[in-house]
């Protein structure tokens, strides 16, 4: 399989409070062979508050990093749902209004036409690099572990914006986990809100809103829960009332599957707060 090269766009979340899903993303892309180019002087792209405080503002700061990207000859892969949004919402918004574009430009001191397409890092692996390519790559098959795909609003709404995939019935991570030996359960809660960035002001919900898809996921059979957002796991995993479920990146089992080594895993599964430990030493994983 040729290599695959994107500009990536880690956000401020990976950079941070989500290191092990920028390390772990990168491991996993290389074990897929595909090239992952930070671009050069990125910005925060105004997730989760800059789009409402001002609407032109909420454009511009996609818009240079999409900018940039377009200058280097790149399409942007990024692993956060929330910067996936306002990606999409960005291209969708300056493809369709000229005149919006050309204030967008003036603002950012850039040029841009348009012409970058965005992709989440679950798109790259499960549909670009594809699951039977990933499938035949597996050296530790994650057999027996049950697991609750979470897909949360930002990836499959709206739909008409991202594009991504069945906005009630999302099923591209439950495909990746199949194709990486792991079980996928059905479950009611998927695309349920997690709460977002109310987990600053209104922990009250959140903790409502997070005791409800860990039940749900619970109460499916499944022992983890899997996100593609860093803004959902620290919700998830910092914020179950009740239960103490397990909450791992799809790029950390992706990567164990692929054979990453115990020096770059254990580094991952050692930052969460309800450790996934325990369950993949049970399975002989770890």
Known sequence: MAKIKYGYYPGCSLESTAKEYDLSMHVTAKLLDVDLAELHDWNCCGASSGHCTNYELSLALPARNLAIAEKAGLNVAVACAACYLRFKQTNHDLKKNEALRKKVEELIEMPYKGNVEVKHLLEVFAREVGLDEVKKRVKK???????????????????????????????????????????????????????????????DIVQKLVNDICEAALDAGAQAIVTACPLCMANLDTRQPKTKVPIIHFSELTGLALGAEPKQYNIWLKKHINSPIPILKSKGLI
Do not use: W
């Open 141 to 203: 098959p994650l057999k027996g572990l049950k697991l609750a795909a979470y897909y949360g609003c930002y990836l499959v709404r709206p739909p008409d914006i991202t594009q991504f995939d069945n906005p009630e019935q999302p099923m591209l991570m439950d495909n990746l986990l199949a194709a990486i030996g792991a079980d996928p359960v059905d479950y009611t809660h998927k695309v349920e809100c997690c709460g977002g960035s109310l987990l600053l002001g209104r922990i």
